[in-house]
């Protein structure tokens, strides 16, 4: 099947920094989301971005399909960003509907 | 709006013991559903998926069954929970495919421990 690998696993920023969170994947895929685990274990969806790029906010989500990679970027980070985020794809071969996860980043951002 | 219901929040059960979850979705009808499990380590691993009720499919051979008595309603079970069984339970819904869209929602999940 399809492998997810999210890097760095741990990341700790000052407030203010600005990061950038990396997802690799091992094959094509037609479904790539991108998520916050907060302290509480309430998964957030940030985006749903199987190419292209989006921006929310202070966030910002890219997908190169072709080279298998998916990038977030967080600017200016806050507290209340830490947590963990989770890479989620899914691939024709596997059907789009059934996620892989990687292990996720454990951000850390520290007053 | 779409709302996903996942109870009980928390639950310490000894080991042998019967397990069942539940999940419900509101706002929403013919939704996949599927049951995750979060064990120590992070990651998040795909247990089961359903298309529709009655419809079941078992991604990982395990200790645990899933049942859709209703369309919005998905049931996780054990006859005897093993230490194994411990973890992080997210139930998640999406809509039925539509041009390749399928993005999934999660619930608050229920967190399970087995002693």
């Known amino acids: 099947g399809i492998q997810v690998e999210q890097s760095p696993p741990d990341l700790i920023l000052q407030e203010g920094a600005n990061s950038t969170l990396r997802c690799n994947f091992s094959?094509?895929?037609?479904?790539l989301q991108w998520f916050h685990q907060n302290p509480w274990g309430q998964l957030i969806n940030l985006f749903y971005i199987p190419s292209g790029t989006k921006q929310n906010g202070r966030l910002s989500a890219t997908t190169v399909a072709t080279e298998r990679y998916s990038s977030l970027y967080i600017s200016s980070s806050q507290t209340t960003d830490s947590g963990v985020y989770f890479c989620?794809?899914?691939?024709?071969?596997?059907?789009?509907?059934?996620?892989?996860f990687g292990k996720g980043t454990k951000l850390t951002v520290n007053p | 709006s779409q709302t996903i219901h996942q109870w009980p929040a928390t639950l310490v059960q000894p080991v042998g013991s019967p397990l069942s979850l539940e999940c419900t979705v509101e706002?929403?009808?013919?939704?996949?559903l599927y049951w995750y499990r979060q064990a120590a380590g992070r990651g998040l691993q795909l247990l089961f998926y359903s298309v529709g009720i009655g419809q079941i499919s078992s991604e990982v051979p395990q200790n645990l069954s899933a049942s859709r008595p209703q369309d919005r309603q998905f049931i996780l079970s054990s006859k005897k929970l093993l230490l194994s069984d411990s973890g992080f339970y997210l139930c998640?819904?999406?809509?039925?495919?539509?041009?390749?869209?399928?993005?999934?929602?999660f619930g608050p999940g229920t967190r399970l421990t087995v002693l």
């Open positions: 094959d094509s895929v037609n479904n």
């Open positions: 706002g929403t009808s013919n939704p996949n």
């Open positions: 989620a794809v899914g691939s024709p071969q596997g059907g789009s509907e059934k996620l892989v």
């Open positions: 998640a819904w999406s809509r039925v495919r539509l041009a390749s869209y399928n993005e999934q929602f």
